[in-house]
């Protein structure tokens, strides 16, 4: 059914997903999940579907996915979207604190990440979250 997959372009699978999250329609967001948790999905290709959710496409659904990517991603360019990704789906909780606490928990394990940068990053969305708590 969605061929553009399969291109052999990639720019042209990369289009073809921007496309989909412009349509800012949720019914996508189960093709674009199985792009973003496919082994064989080229690492740009990833990168743009998972996108779609930070500019585009806001749907609770992808929640596991995005924490997921925080738990499992090698890329640091790649874990540091999510944060952003999952920083963005936190704020849109209102202030229901409780689900913050529980979607942020993935933050609290990559605190132990070996990579400095990643800490760091860590660091700094939790404490946005704490100040806003304070609030």
Same mark, same amino acid.
């Given at each position: 059914? +969605? ?25 996508? &967001? ?10 064989? &999905?080229?690492?740009?290709?990833? !990168?743009? $579907? ?7 496409? &806001? ?5 596991? &996915? ?6 499992? !991603? ?14 963005? +789906? ?19 394990? $990559? ?11 860590? $660091?700094?969305?939790?404490? +946005? ?7």
């Amino acid at each position: 059914m +969605y061929d553009f997959i399969n291109d052999e372009s990639i720019e042209i699978v990369k289009e073809s997903i921007r496309l989909l999250g412009r349509l800012e329609n949720k019914d996508f &967001t189960l093709i674009l999940k199985n792009i973003i948790e496919s082994k064989e &999905t080229n690492d740009s290709v990833k !990168e743009c $579907a998972v996108d779609q959710f930070w500019w585009n496409i &806001t749907d609770d659904r992808m929640l596991e &996915t995005l924490k997921n990517l925080i738990r499992f !991603e090698r890329s640091l360019k790649s874990v540091s979207r999510q944060f952003m990704h999952l920083e963005k +789906y936190c704020r849109l909780f209102n202030n229901d604190f409780d689900k913050i606490d529980l979607e942020i928990e993935v933050l609290f394990e $990559a605190l132990n990440d070996k990579r400095a940068p990643v800490r760091k990053q860590v $660091a700094d969305v939790l404490s +946005y979250q704490l100040i806003r708590k304070k609030v």
